[in-house]
């Protein structure tokens, strides 16, 4: 398999599973998930572009649906259904004075640099020379349960990979790496996390290995499962005592 240039973080955290999981994820179609959909919405909203946003009153099947998607090509579509959530996350943050000063820079902007070789490319939320913010729509923005939603999703690799990436194209060395959570469901509350020290080395360490991975795989052209060869299944003794 050609590898894939630029490489993104969203197709790299894929290796994490497996790289056979990887390889599918570049042969298939990406679906549109709604929390795709409601992240670029938002966007439009806090960035004063709401001629780019467009409401469709059905439901998003059937002939009706894709007529509707084939006239509005160029904006964003969200649902009836979807408009509330859209809408109060986005006046959530409007109202949050520290995450709507974190959102003034550069918005969206895609880069690339190279990482031994590999062109690779991001796109950030929003940075400035000093800071590198990801706004990430979410069911639960306590701090007691998303850290274990950021571990398990890698979202410190992301915020490391993209920080890494400014410095390497010469547009901005970050010292803060900062993640806007607001839940998408009323009351819409917003949190403001900021990466540590340890959050970075932790997400460094894990873009680096998955990408030695990648590199490995495409230089042998295979690409595995979870494991190669027979695994001792090794069942835990306590479910012999049932």
């Known amino acids: 398999m050609q590898p894939l240039e630029p490489l993104h973080f969203s197709q790299l955290k894929h290796i994490a599973k497996s790289p056979l999981h990887y390889r599918h994820e570049l042969l298939s179609q990406r679906p549109d998930k709604r929390h795709f959909r409601l992240g670029r919405a938002i966007d439009c909203l806090l960035t004063g572009r709401k001629d780019g946003l467009v409401v469709y009153s059905g439901d998003r099947r059937g002939k009706a649906w894709k007529d509707f998607a084939a006239a509005n090509q160029g904006v964003e579509i969200i649902t009836k259904a979807e408009e509330p959530s859209v809408l109060g996350m986005a006046d959530a943050i409007s109202n949050h004075q520290d995450a709507l000063l974190l959102l003034v820079g550069e918005r969206q902007l895609k ?14 939320d929003c940075f400035t020379p000093r800071r590198v913010v990801d706004l990430k729509s979410t069911r639960c923005a306590d701090p007691r349960r998303f850290k274990w939603d950021a571990r398990k999703l890698g979202y410190h690799a992301q915020l490391s990979w993209y920080g890494n990436g400014l410095a390497a194209a010469g547009l901005s060395k970050p010292t803060e790496h900062i993640i806007i959570a607001v839940e998408s469901d009323a009351p819409f509350p917003v949190v403001v996390f900021e990466l540590t020290e340890t959050d970075l080395e932790l997400g460094t360490k894990l873009w680096r290995g998955w990408f030695e991975t990648l590199r490995t795989c495409e230089e042998s052209d295979e ?4 494991a190669v060869g027979r695994v001792p299944l090794d069942l835990p003794a306590f479910l012999e005592e049932e």
Do not use: K, M, V
């Not at 880069?111 to 950030?124: H, L, S, V, Y």
């Not at 690409?223 to 979870?226: D, I, L, R």
């Open 111 to 124: 880069f690339q640099w190279e990482i031994a070789g590999r062109r690779c490319e991001g796109t950030p």
């Open 223 to 226: 690409f595995p499962g979870y």
